[in-house]
């Protein structure tokens, strides 16, 4: 077994890499330790993205932010009309203006809260893959360079 301390965005990474992976050109064995590995992985994925959607919704400014950022999405989609009605439009200018600002802080302080959840060091134990067996898993997928770097941890003792 190996130890391996991670932070949650490496986690996320392998994750999301594993999880829509190929196994066929992989031994039984081997394809087995994959799967598992995968599994030990998806708790912290889950939880990440809990974490993500909770911030997300707690974080909201007001309770009528929803139907606000709806409205917005209505102004933006009529001003783009060349022939556009301003008297039909959902908020004036100010309003939207208004909205804009708001929504970049909203999502600034949402980004800034996910990146602290992203830095979060988290253990997992697995049985590590051996070179051969991360280059049959390799062979299997049309991997680019950054997914298989964010296997790394995963090969080797």
Do not use: C, H
Request: net charge negative; charged share 40%; proline share 2%.
């Amino acid at each position: 077994m190996k130890k391996l301390i991670l932070t949650t965005e490496n986690v996320l990474a392998a994750f999301n890499v594993l999880s829509t992976a190929k196994y066929g050109k992989m031994d039984d064995a081997d394809k087995i330790k994959v799967w598992k590995i995968t599994r030990k992985l998806k708790p912290v994925a889950e939880k990440f993205d809990d974490e993500s959607k909770d911030a997300a919704e707690k974080m909201k400014p007001t309770e009528d932010f929803d139907e606000r950022l709806v409205k917005a999405q209505e102004y933006e989609r009529t001003v783009k009309q060349t022939d556009f009605d301003a008297q039909k439009l959902p908020m004036g200018a100010a309003e939207y203006g208004k909205f804009i600002e708001e929504f970049k802080s909203y999502q600034k302080l949402v980004s800034d809260t996910i990146k602290d959840f992203a830095k979060k060091e988290v253990e997992v134990e697995i049985d590590a893959l051996s070179e051969d067996a991360f280059g049959k898993l390799m062979a299997s997928n049309d991997w680019n360079m950054a997914q298989v770097v964010a296997l790394d941890e995963f090969v080797g003792e």
